[in-house]
Each structure stands twice: as structure tokens, then as C-alpha cells.
């Protein structure tokens, strides 16, 4: 089955950074997009990043522009997210996904890891 498994957050201080990995199997990681998305208290979930399989990439969230960067690693099956100059207002669950289909099948779904807090409080 399909599987997102995210790592790297925690409790930081503003200004501080973090890099969060999301390890992906189940399906041809190296065949399609991967996305970063948050979900912060109260609020509902939020597309952040996007990376093409060819690694081109888009940051979507103009709140963190000039500060995340996704990259991906097609042999190693992961896709990181990069982020600087942390603010409070980037305190939220992130989310690593795709849109996929599974290995073996030809129907497409919306996969989610179980996602990773990330704190940032002085």
C-alpha cells in the first residue's frame, strides 16, 4: 500500500530552521507530483509546496516564499521540505501527499502521511 512517512519536526525558535523528509513507497515515487501541505489550529489544511517529478517545483503559499524549498530525491524515494527564518505564524501540522495510483493499480487517489508538528515559539 501507499505510504507517507514525515519526520523532522519539533519545537523551534523564530528565525530558526527545519528540514522535514517525508519517506514515500507504494507506488512510482519518480512518476509523480509530491506536495507539502499545513494545517494550523483552527484553520484548514493548506497547499505549501509542489514538486514536479522532473523537480521542478513551485512554492504556493505566498506566506512562505523566499524562505521553504522542496526538493526531492528520486532514487531515495523522499521529498524535503526546507524552511528558514521561521516565524510563529508557521506553526501547523505539516502534511506530505500526492495524487497517485498505488503499484498495481490503475486508479488514483489522494494519499497523506500522518503529518509532523512544527512549533515555532520563542
Known amino acids: 500500500q501507499v505510504q507517507l512517512v514525515e519526520s523532522g519536526g519539533g519545537l523551534v525558535e523564530p528565525g530558526e530552521s527545519l528540514r522535514l523528509s517525508c519517506a514515500a513507497s507504494?507506488?512510482?515515487?519518480?512518476?509523480?507530483?509530491m506536495t507539502w501541505y499545513r494545517q494550523a489550529p483552527g484553520s484548514q489544511r493548506k497547499l505549501v509546496a509542489t514538486?514536479?517529478?522532473?523537480?521542478?517545483?513551485?512554492i504556493d503559499d505566498d506566506a512562505v516564499k523566499g524562505r521553504f524549498t522542496i526538493s526531492r530525491d528520486n532514487t531515495e524515494h523522499t521529498v524535503d521540505l526546507q524552511m528558514n527564518n521561521l516565524k510563529p505564524e508557521d506553526t501547523a501540522v505539516y502534511y506530505c501527499?500526492?495524487?497517485?495510483?498505488?503499484?498495481?493499480?490503475?486508479?488514483?487517489?489522494?494519499?497523506w502521511g500522518q503529518g509532523t508538528q512544527v512549533t515555532v515559539s520563542p
Open positions: 501527499s500526492t495524487y497517485a495510483a498505488r503499484e498495481g493499480s490503475l486508479s488514483y487517489s489522494r494519499y
Open positions: 507504494g507506488f512510482t515515487f519518480g512518476s509523480y507530483a
Open positions: 514538486i514536479h517529478p522532473t523537480g521542478q517545483s513551485t
